[in-house]
């Protein structure tokens, strides 16, 4: 899959809020029909997760959130079928 085709696929899907760890907040879809799931991680660092304000009510996606982050989308097999960025 390349980044258009993911991004035009699925870069509108809700990300929610998941669970955060050691200096990553972790975003991720609900199960898709196909079995597909969209995982987003956001900061990396101490400075950059200082900066962050995170609503747990609010949802992110891959088309406003995903520039300089890392994401990817596993299958219902749980396998990685699409990467993008450089992982956290």
């Known amino acids: 899959m390349t980044d258009e ?5 699925y870069g509108d899907e809700p990300l929610h809020f998941s669970h955060y760890y050691n200096f990553v907040f972790i975003y991720k879809s609900k199960e ?4 597909d799931r969209i995982y ?3 900061g990396g660092t101490m400075e950059k997760v200082s900066a962050m304000s995170v609503d747990v009510e609010e949802h ?5 959130d995903a520039d ?3 994401a990817y989308i596993k ?3 749980n396998q990685v079928i ?3 960025g450089e992982k956290k």
């Not at 992110?60 to 406003?64: F, G, I, P, Q, R």
Request: no cysteine; net charge negative; proline share 0%.
């Open 5 to 9: 085709e993911a991004f035009d696929q």
């Open 32 to 35: 898709m029909d196909n079995g």
């Open 40 to 42: 987003l991680q956001m």
């Open 60 to 64: 992110l996606t891959l088309n406003d």
């Open 68 to 70: 300089g982050e890392f």
């Open 75 to 77: 299958n219902d097999a």
């Open 82 to 84: 699409w990467k993008h």
